[in-house]
């Protein structure tokens, strides 16, 4: 088992930027995908941005340029550094990490990101 935990969320004005981190607990040796996820209010939860163990990077199209993820060499942290946020990036960000790409992963309680316009 695997538990994540985020932190770094807050409130800030469009243009600025927040670093997001994410911290695992439990056996994290299997795992090879960590990600990054948000939901907005009333919208369905989205994936953001991904990383495999090789590694290879991967954002989504509106967060490109803007985000990156790395982690640390143990896979038991993953950050998500946001830059020239929006007021569109605004929503809670949970991390996921799986074992493989079909499996659910695991979650964390996530973190709220409001950026003002």
């Known amino acids: 088992q695997v538990q994540l935990v985020e932190s770094g969320g807050g409130l800030v004005q469009a243009g600025e930027s927040l670093r997001l981190t994410c911290a695992a607990s439990?056996?994290?040796?299997?795992?090879?995908?960590m990600g990054w996820y948000r939901q907005a209010p009333g919208m369905e939860r989205e994936w953001v941005a991904g990383?495999?163990?090789?590694?290879?990077?991967k954002y989504a199209d509106s967060v490109k340029g803007r985000f990156s993820i790395s982690r640390d060499m143990n896979k038991k942290t993953v950050w998500l550094q946001m830059n020239n946020l929006k007021p569109e990036d605004t929503a809670v960000y949970y991390c996921n990490f799986k074992v493989h790409r079909d499996s659910v992963g695991f979650w964390g309680q996530g973190t709220q990101v409001t950026v003002s316009s």
């Open positions: 990383m495999t163990t090789g590694p290879i990077f």
């Open positions: 439990g056996d994290t040796r299997t795992i090879s995908i």
